[in-house]
């Protein structure tokens, strides 16, 4: 999947998903509407069409190319809901780290953090010393890529040493449906509804490149969220038991702090904690996710039966099922699956 830059056509959606991680705790040795956006930077990832098509009341076949049920107005030429919300829990469970095409800004997150810890506490070539015990602040070896966006938004509870990745919070939507979708429809600004061509993927069973509301979202529709990301990065620091304070850290950083659009930086240290909140916009790409088709074959006593078709999580519970439902006397042995 290419990761997309420049200026690009995207519906418009509010809110936007909130994230945080904390690290282990620093201990201290002992007295020593749909426009046009330039996307380039962004949070871009893929998702799958059918959520949000089954928001709008729309489920389609395994290639999109079909309605199985839809609650589509066909006299008004409307959705009977005018405006969709995807949930926190719904966005971390419909993505991997497959599904990331670009982390954008964000690229550099850790290790820029890594540089004002550094600076904190005045170290600029390995700090590993500065850390009591097992107290060391890996932090990903300053990478920050796909995977490490997806544990980013895995929750972690505290772990004995102070760390954890809190829950996802934060929604988005995207109001006024059924008119982006009449505008897209009609200007075909993402090129994916094309009409007269062979290979089309509307749903009209006469004419499958009869674009028209009714098909809902398509794949390659792209969804623009301005506010889509916040990144909430936290380090507890060991207060000092004993006066005068001896951290000084906080004097020891420069002001890091920027907004430029929707994306911005904002550090605040103190003798006890390191804070930094980062924002960034989000860009969705819908696509239509494979579908699993796993073929399972089994014999019974010893006799090849028919293929099964699940997925890999359905394959033994759709061998065990067919065991129940035989004489006892019939054993079903797992073959194979694909």
Known sequence: MTTLSG????????????????????????????????????????????????????????????????????????????????????????????????????????????????????????????????????LNDGVFDANAFINLITKADVSSNGSYVSEVTGQITINNVNSLLRRIVDANLFGNR????????????????????????????????????????????DAEMFLPINNIGPSLVQNT????????????????NINRTLKAPMLIKLINATPITNTVSFQMNGVSATTINSSPELQKVIVDSVQTTLPTDTTVTFVSAS
């Open 7 to 138: 200026l690009q056509y995207a519906f418009s959606a509010s809110g936007g998903y909130q994230m945080e991680r904390g690290f282990n705790k620093i201990t201290l040795l002992p007295q020593s509407e749909v426009n046009v956006f330039d996307v380039t930077n962004a949070i871009q990832l893929t998702f799958d069409v059918k959520t949000f098509n089954s928001k709008l009341g729309l489920t389609k076949n395994d290639t999109n190319t079909n309605i199985m049920t839809s609650n589509f107005n066909y006299i008004t030429d409307t959705f009977p809901v005018d405006s969709i919300t995807l949930t926190a829990s719904e966005f971390t469970n419909g993505i991997t780290a497959n599904n990331i095409l670009s982390v954008g800004s964000y690229s550099t997150m850790y290790s820029e953090f890594i540089s004002y810890v550094n600076s904190y506490f005045g170290i600029f070539s390995g700090f590993e010393t500065l850390f009591s015990e097992e107290t060391v602040f890996g």
């Open 194 to 237: 094309t009409p007269s061509v062979a290979d089309g993927t509307a749903v009209d069973p006469s004419n499958n490149s009869n674009y028209g509301v009714a098909d809902g979202f398509i794949a390659g529709d792209l969804i623009w969220i301005p506010e889509g990301t916040t990144v909430n990065l936290k380090i507890g620091i």
């Open 257 to 272: 702090n920027f907004t430029n659009g929707n994306f911005s930086s904002t550090t605040s240290a103190t003798t006890t």
